[in-house]
């Protein structure tokens, strides 16, 4: 259950005035990046709010849980951009291009073909970021950095995808600044303007090492509850 005495809009407000200090102290517009509130396993009641407030950026993790929550939610706040910020399967490529307005977790050729063919079908691009495993866990999802100028490559040569940008998720436990600047190089050899980098422990640090927009959770809704 939510803990309702959490205010998730004056938290908003709290990452929004951390992530520009931070931005400035690095010689940065912290106005230009956007904060991508990640809204996984929180109901509508808790992202209401926001939406009222005027936040429009979310992320989901899931297919399937967006697919529950938000297409009511658009209808009534019809400008919402909507994240996809966990792992996508090939078979729900179809209903990721329908839901999502962002595709953050672009990874392997199957994914790339799929997203590919659901978009020259559906008439809908979303935009496409590629995740980058910078730290080359086994168990996480992500292209490796030594092969993530050829995978860019192939996306746009083979399959004909529009690819903004790059995201990352670094180790847990590492010194994130390492992968921020990782990524950011990849990135910039590569022509690419979008930096989905930081999450609710090291948006700050993402802010200062070039991140275009941030990913944060916790730090505005509260712990997730089990």
């Avoid at 938290?11 to 809204?39: C, F, H, S």
């Avoid at 939406?51 to 992320?59: D, N, P, Q, T, V």
């Avoid at 670094?170 to 989905?196: M, Q, T, V, W, Y």
């Amino acid at each position: 259950m939510a803990d309702l005495s959490v205010d998730p809009v004056a938290n908003l407000a709290r990452v929004r005035a951390r992530l520009k200090q931070a931005a400035a102290e690095a010689g940065r517009d912290g106005d230009a990046i956007y904060i991508v509130a990640v809204t996984k396993t929180r109901g509508p009641d808790r992202i209401l709010p926001l939406l009222e407030a005027g936040h429009r950026r979310f992320g989901e993790n899931r297919v399937q849980e967006a697919a529950a929550k938000w297409p009511a939610l658009r209808a009534r706040f019809p400008d919402i951009e909507l994240h996809l910020i966990g792992p996508l399967q090939s078979n729900k490529a179809k209903e990721a291009v329908v839901l999502f307005d962002v595709i953050e977790t672009v990874d392997r050729p199957k994914i790339a073909k799929a997203l590919a063919a659901a978009i020259e079908k559906q008439g809908r691009a979303p935009r496409l970021l590629v995740q980058v495993n910078t730290g080359e866990e086994p168990q996480k999802a992500g292209v490796p950095p030594q092969e993530a100028d050829a995978f860019l490559a192939q996306c746009r040569e083979e399959w004909g995808l529009v690819v903004e940008g790059l995201m990352c998720i670094p180790p847990l436990g590492d010194p994130p600044a390492p992968h921020f600047a990782l990524l950011a190089k990849i990135a910039e050899r590569n022509g690419l303007k979008i930096l989905s980098m930081g999450m609710s422990a090291d948006y700050e640090i993402a802010a200062q090492l070039g991140a275009t927009q941030t990913r944060v959770g916790s730090e505005i809704f509260g712990p997730r509850q089990a």
